[in-house]
């Protein structure tokens, strides 16, 4: 009994001393040598260090918060090393992406004499590090220039946008062509190494096919000097058309394979007016047989972990203490097993079918796009085993039986032409007591006011998960207000923001359809967890779509062989439609080409519209088709030729990748929801809202069939990255995610 009561006083003084530890540890993350923005603090010093001769730079990766090989033998070499003005690291600098890592490395870092750039990877972005690369290095993907040599970053971890990438890239390959040198660094290769050894079957090369092949094409087509990536311990250099391509794995962490290749090293650039050349400089290893090291690696890891920081190693002494004494005292005592024991059976976490509810202000059959995402998201989740319950307005008229949609009684109904809008009754019991009838998992509201403060409401009540999709951009619906006092202005520029930043705080999660939503988010203050998710892309219409139906269309509209334009918005002041009618005027009185506008929607300014045209003498030219059933719509994308669009009130333009699908190019003023889906150049055009430049590129691409053609391609195989069934396995990942954080 003495030695047991013995054992619980240092088992409480083992939990004292760890909680102790774990404290100061967590003092250390939170208030010890904090540091931000690095890569910015780097980039400064080497573009103020121009002159017109040569320079070296350094180029290694996979360091892995390594003190053996990196602080004590590399970084030695690179200081004694005077022509070396600055080093580049292609990722995986930590080994990965906790609080602690990052003040390793910051440690190691501070002993180089030289300016120091690090490339995302993935060990950045794990175990959420992706926040702290940001904070503590800058952006995921940027560029500088220093003495006549340009250098770009691109993120290969899937935390930014390959599409928004793709466009910014273009751009920058353009600037470089004037520049003597240009260098491309990213974490994973641009290709597959296809090897029988293990280590290198292993390395991580660019997944996404869309974007590997735009990269391949690139760097084939631009004069590009040199692409470096990463590997584990190995190097590797290779010429494609041209293009040197290094991997450059040996800064230090991870195990060296059997391979000649396989080494601690570090790669010395040097760039001079007539070129570049490059030096290895290996790292020589006591062990000399290949039999010892293996074990020389294991021992370089552990050493390197507890040298990262003693407390990490005291830590591991305690926890083994702790889990010792535990195991100790009750096996030490003796318990009578067949009397009182009880079986208990093995229980697994499993992500079963959700049940959902979603709240909006409207719904079908109101055709919009809020409506139309949320039916296409709801379809998709229910082939994916998941109750949906749609908690929508009730229309007047509208008595068809919907599974899965409960409709809410009215306060009052508004109706403007196609302008649908009944306000619901959200005070009514009706919508509370259908709610109880379900074990719901998850909320999903779609509007930051009325509908999804109800939902709000009931999830905070209930402690019940609640997701935001960011639809609408709120200060561009300004003008639908009365202009008192300033009323109209103070709604767009301080009000709406407020509003969704207020709204988005008390929820869960947020759904940001483009990257251009996100950053508006990020931008307002909105911290709470978010993700790009747009509206995904229904394909089986296309399939289903027949060429008689399509040509049909094209006979009707298009009876003499025109090029047939096509738009797809509601006819409204937000919209930009006046700008369209315009931009449509100046490309009919300059150029030979025949064609049609065919503008299909509805909404309050029709009758407006269709008085412009005909005082144009456009009614030969522009067709306003009107309301067309959703489902049909696709035959319309076939038939056309050319997509064009002039809204700038779009969060993430699902019309725009809609028209990609029936493989039209599409040209659009460019706005927060256009950057991200149109790629200049490759599927489409965008423009500043200047109708002689929107239409100057409408006019190009009528009178060039061969781009036409091209573009056409490009836009279709894009769209394909964004059917709806992709897009629901992303919103039920967030799902899963929001519910674990809520338990």
Same mark, same amino acid.
């Given at each position: 009994?003495?030695?047991?009561?013995?054992?619980?006083?240092?088992?409480?003084?083992?939990?004292?001393?760890?909680?102790?530890?774990?404290?100061?540890?967590?003092? =250390?993350?939170?208030?010890?040598?904090?540091?931000?923005?690095?890569?910015?603090?780097?980039?400064?010093?080497?573009?103020?260090? /121009?002159?017109?001769?040569?320079?070296?730079?350094?180029?290694?990766?996979?360091?892995?918060?390594?003190?053996?090989?990196?602080?004590?033998?590399?970084?030695?070499?690179?200081? &004694?090393?005077?022509?070396?003005?600055?080093?580049?690291?292609?990722?995986?600098?930590?080994?990965?992406?906790?609080?602690?890592?990052? &003040?390793?490395?910051?440690?190691?870092?501070?002993?180089?004499?030289?300016?120091?750039?690090?490339?995302?990877?993935?060990?950045?972005?794990?175990?959420?590090?992706?926040?702290?690369?940001?904070?503590?290095?800058?952006?995921?993907?940027?560029?500088?220039?220093?003495?006549?040599?340009?250098?770009?970053?691109?993120?290969?971890?899937?935390?930014?946008?390959?599409?928004?990438?793709?466009?910014?890239?273009?751009?920058?390959?353009?600037?470089?062509?004037?520049?003597?040198?240009?260098?491309?660094?990213?974490?994973?290769? %641009?290709?597959?190494?296809?090897?029988?050894?293990?280590?290198?079957?292993?390395?991580?090369?660019?997944?996404?096919?869309?974007?590997?092949?735009?990269?391949?094409?690139?760097?084939?087509?631009?004069?590009?000097?040199?692409?470096?990536?990463?590997?584990?311990?190995?190097?590797?250099?290779?010429?494609?058309?041209?293009?040197?391509?290094?991997?450059?794995?040996?800064?230090?962490?991870?195990?060296?394979? /059997?391979?000649?290749?396989?080494?601690?090293?570090?790669?010395?650039?040097?760039?001079?007016?007539?070129?570049?050349?490059?030096?290895?400089?290996?790292?020589?290893?006591?062990?000399?047989?290949?039999?010892?090291?293996?074990?020389?690696?294991?021992?370089?890891?552990?050493?390197?972990?507890?040298?990262?920081?003693?407390?990490?190693?005291?830590?591991?002494?305690?926890?083994?203490?702790?889990?010792?004494?535990?195991?100790?005292?009750?096996?030490?005592?003796?318990?009578?097993?067949?009397?009182?024991?009880?079986?208990?059976?093995?229980? /697994?976490?499993?992500?079963?079918? =959700?049940?959902?509810?979603?709240?909006?202000?409207?719904?079908?059959?109101?055709?919009?796009?809020?409506?139309?995402?949320?039916? &296409?998201?709801?379809?998709?989740?229910?082939?994916?085993?998941?109750?949906?319950?749609?908690?929508?307005?009730?229309?007047?008229?509208?008595?068809?039986?919907?599974?899965?949609?409960?409709?809410?009684?009215? =306060?009052?109904?508004?109706?403007?032409?196609?302008?649908?809008?009944?306000?619901?009754?959200?005070?009514?019991?009706?919508?509370?007591?259908?709610?109880?009838?379900?074990?719901?998992?998850?909320?999903?509201?779609?509007?930051?006011?009325?509908?999804?403060?109800?939902?709000?409401?009931?999830?905070?009540?209930?402690?019940?998960?609640?997701?935001?999709?960011?639809?609408?951009?709120?200060?561009?619906?300004?003008?639908?207000?009365?202009?008192?006092?300033?009323? &109209?202005?103070?709604?767009?520029?301080?009000?709406?923001?407020?509003?969704?930043?207020?709204?988005? /705080?008390?929820?869960?999660?947020?759904?940001?359809?483009?990257?251009?939503?996100?950053?508006?988010?990020?931008?307002?203050?909105?911290?709470? =967890?978010?993700?790009?998710?747009?509206?995904?892309?229904?394909?089986?219409?296309?399939?289903?779509?027949?060429?008689?139906?399509?040509?049909?269309?094209?006979?009707?509209?298009?009876?003499?062989?025109?090029?047939?334009?096509?738009?797809?918005?509601?006819?409204?002041?937000?919209?930009?439609?006046?700008?369209?009618?315009?931009?449509?005027?100046?490309?009919?009185?300059?150029?030979?080409?025949?064609?049609?506008?065919?503008?299909?929607?509805?909404?309050?300014?029709?009758?407006?519209?269709?008085?412009?045209?005909?005082?144009?003498?456009?009614?030969?030219?522009?067709?306003?088709?009107?309301?067309?059933?959703?489902?049909?719509?696709?035959?319309?994308?076939?038939?056309?030729?050319?997509?064009?669009?002039?809204?700038?009130?779009?969060?993430?333009?699902?019309?725009?990748?809609?028209?990609?699908?029936?493989?039209? %190019?599409?040209?659009?003023?460019?706005?927060?929801?256009?950057?991200?889906?149109?790629?200049?150049?490759?599927?489409?055009?965008?423009?500043?809202?200047?109708?002689?430049?929107?239409?100057?590129?409408?006019?190009?691409?009528?009178?060039?069939?061969?781009?036409?053609?091209?573009?056409?391609?490009?836009?279709?195989?894009?769209?394909?990255?964004?059917?709806?069934?992709?897009?629901?396995?992303?919103?039920?990942?967030?799902?899963?995610?929001?519910?674990?954080?809520?338990?």
């Amino acid at each position: 009994m003495k030695r047991r009561r013995n054992l619980k006083i240092i088992l409480v003084i083992d939990i004292f001393i760890l909680l102790l530890l774990i404290s100061y540890k967590g003092y =250390l993350a939170l208030y010890e040598s904090d540091f931000d923005s690095k890569n910015i603090e780097s980039i400064t010093a080497i573009t103020t260090d /121009q002159n017109d001769g040569s320079f070296s730079f350094v180029v290694l990766g996979n360091i892995r918060n390594s003190i053996d090989i990196f602080e004590r033998k590399i970084i030695e070499k690179i200081n &004694r090393d005077s022509n070396v003005s600055f080093v580049i690291s292609t990722g995986n600098a930590v080994l990965n992406g906790s609080e602690d890592k990052y &003040r390793i490395l910051n440690r190691s870092l501070e002993k180089l004499d030289v300016p120091i750039i690090l490339t995302a990877g993935k060990n950045e972005v794990s175990r959420n590090g992706d926040e702290k690369f940001y904070k503590h290095f800058g952006p995921f993907y940027f560029s500088f220039e220093h003495n006549g040599s340009y250098f770009i970053f691109l993120d290969t971890t899937g935390k930014t946008s390959y599409q928004w990438q793709m466009a910014w890239l273009e751009n920058e390959l353009k600037f470089a062509e004037n520049l003597n040198n240009t260098f491309l660094f990213m974490n994973d290769a %641009p290709f597959r190494i296809d090897s029988e050894s293990v280590f290198d079957a292993d390395l991580s090369y660019i997944e996404d096919s869309v974007f590997r092949g735009f990269l391949l094409e690139k760097i084939e087509k631009h004069p590009i000097t040199a692409v470096f990536s990463n590997g584990p311990t190995i190097y590797d250099e290779r010429v494609f058309n041209g293009v040197n391509y290094f991997i450059s794995g040996g800064g230090g962490g991870g195990f060296l394979s /059997q391979q000649p290749n396989s080494y601690f090293h570090h790669l010395v650039v040097n760039v001079a007016p007539d070129g570049i050349t490059w030096e290895v400089i290996k790292e020589e290893l006591p062990a000399k047989y290949t039999a010892t090291r293996l074990l020389e690696n294991i021992w370089i890891v552990i050493h390197s972990f507890f040298y990262i920081n003693w407390i990490n190693f005291v830590i591991v002494m305690v926890l083994l203490a702790l889990i010792a004494i535990s195991i100790y005292i009750p096996a030490s005592k003796e318990v009578d097993y067949y009397s009182h024991a009880k079986v208990h059976s093995a229980s /697994q976490i499993i992500k079963n079918p =959700l049940n959902i509810a979603v709240f909006t202000n409207n719904y079908l059959p109101y055709v919009a796009g809020v409506p139309i995402s949320i039916h &296409r998201l709801s379809s998709a989740l229910r082939k994916r085993g998941h109750n949906i319950i749609i908690f929508a307005p009730e229309y007047p008229g509208n008595r068809k039986e919907e599974e899965g949609v409960f409709r809410c009684k009215p =306060l009052l109904h508004k109706k403007t032409g196609d302008y649908d809008f009944p306000i619901i009754n959200v005070f009514s019991k009706e919508i509370d007591r259908e709610f109880e009838k379900y074990d719901f998992d998850v909320i999903h509201v779609h509007h930051p006011f009325w509908m999804g403060k109800k939902g709000l409401k009931i999830g905070i009540g209930k402690n019940i998960p609640v997701i935001l999709t960011y639809h609408t951009r709120l200060e561009l619906y300004a003008h639908y207000l009365p202009n008192f006092l300033f009323s &109209r202005l103070i709604f767009k520029n301080i009000v709406s923001h407020k509003m969704i930043r207020r709204f988005s /705080q008390k929820c869960d999660a947020v759904i940001a359809p483009t990257l251009s939503a996100l950053s508006y988010l990020e931008n307002i203050g909105v911290s709470r =967890l978010k993700k790009v998710i747009p509206t995904g892309i229904d394909s089986e219409h296309y399939i289903a779509s027949d060429d008689s139906a399509v040509k049909a269309i094209k006979g009707v509209y298009a009876p003499e062989g025109e090029l047939l334009l096509c738009s797809v918005s509601r006819l409204s002041e937000e919209k930009n439609i006046y700008f369209l009618i315009d931009a449509i005027e100046r490309v009919r009185d300059n150029t030979d080409i025949p064609f049609r506008t065919l503008l299909i929607g509805d909404g309050p300014v029709k009758d407006r519209l269709q008085t412009i045209i005909e005082e144009k003498n456009l009614s030969d030219i522009i067709v306003l088709k009107g309301k067309v059933e959703q489902y049909d719509i696709p035959k319309y994308y076939l038939a056309s030729d050319i997509f064009v669009y002039s809204s700038m009130s779009e969060t993430q333009g699902m019309v725009i990748l809609e028209a990609m699908t029936g493989g039209c %190019p599409v040209i659009a003023v460019q706005s927060s929801g256009i950057d991200d889906v149109i790629i200049d150049n490759y599927n489409g055009f965008k423009t500043d809202n200047n109708i002689t430049e929107w239409s100057d590129r409408v006019i190009h691409l009528l009178e060039n069939a061969e781009l036409r053609k091209e573009m056409s391609l490009n836009a279709f195989n894009y769209s394909k990255g964004f059917t709806v069934d992709i897009m629901a396995k992303k919103v039920e990942s967030l799902y899963y995610k929001a519910i674990e954080r809520k338990i």
